[in-house]
């Protein structure tokens, strides 16, 4: 796995990151060079002066969050894109599935995700964790859900008016290992509570809130997508973020998924 993973890097940018004798170099250049902080932010040293920030949900294993994964004018791009499809016109729509083939919007959407995640550095925090051979399920996104082709292969596109959320649950096990979930016009509390903790416990179970702010994008794998659910709850008294109850507006999501191989 790790001379895979070594090729990968090796072929992505340059001989500078593998070495002859199978250990990994001590002196990676600065960019790969992340994490260090105590916070547990992951930071990008882009010669390209990215400021993406990708940030764990600590309570929860295999949730990230990058806050400003696209600028202002990206999304307001995203949106036409999405509104030109005409999917997803009329009053009563609003919700639409693709399968299969991805419009290009939605190609370019994974393709920003990965190169989001490579820049983020995050293969020497994984050759870190993987070399100390524990917490590798405190990775960003483990490599073979990253290289995998295609990443992503359906998407859904929900819009929620005032007051809409949606139900606690768990993605279906159709899809593999793996969802990005990018939010756009508005912002929201999403609540993350554990598989089963509600039979489990006499007190009501915990929620995790995370704030989706427009222009986010989460990232679920592992224990965050599996053993835990995921909800938006978006009745009166629900939505609060650091004591104020959110204003809400229409909110629109792009959810990203892989669907399991049937044969
Ligand atoms: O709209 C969202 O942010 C969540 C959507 C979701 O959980 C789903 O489509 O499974
Ligand atoms: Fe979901």
Not at 30 to 47: A, C, L, T, W, Y
Not at 88 to 107: C, E, K, T, V
Request: with cysteine; net charge negative; proline share 6%.
């Amino acid at each position: 796995m790790e001379e895979e993973l070594k090729a990968i890097l090796k072929e992505a940018f340059g001989d500078s990151s593998s070495d002859s004798d199978g250990e990994l170099p001590e002196d990676q250049p600065e960019r790969f060079q992340v994490n260090d902080s105590s916070d547990g932010m992951v930071k990008p040293h882009s010669i390209f002066g990215d400021t993406h920030i990708w940030e764990p949900i600590k309570e929860i294993n295999g949730l990230w969050i990058c806050s400003d994964f696209l600028s202002a004018d990206q999304q307001s791009t995203l949106l036409s894109a999405i509104e030109k499809e005409g999917y997803l016109s009329g009053a009563s729509h609003n919700q639409a599935m693709r399968f299969g083939d991805l419009p290009p919007w939605a190609i370019e959407l994974s393709q920003h995700i990965r190169e989001n995640v490579l820049l983020s550095g995050y293969f020497s925090d994984y050759m870190d964790l993987a070399r100390r051979d524990s917490g590798k399920e405190k990775c960003l996104f483990p490599p073979e859900l990253l290289w995998r082709e295609p990443l992503f292969n359906q998407l859904i596109v929900n819009i929620y008016q005032p007051g809409e959320g949606i139900c606690a649950h768990v993605d279906l096990m159709r899809f593999e290992d793996g969802i990005a979930i990018i939010s756009l016009e508005s912002s929201c509390v999403m609540h993350f509570s554990r598989v089963g903790a509600e039979v489990s416990d006499l007190e009501p179970p915990a929620k995790i809130p995370v704030l989706l702010t427009p222009g986010s994008v989460i990232l679920m794998w592992g224990e965050a997508r599996y053993m835990w659910k995921h909800e938006i709850n978006r009745k009166p008294g629900f939505q609060n973020w650091e004591g104020r109850e959110i204003e809400q507006k229409r909110r629109t999501s792009v959810t990203l998924r892989k669907l399991c191989q049937t044969e």
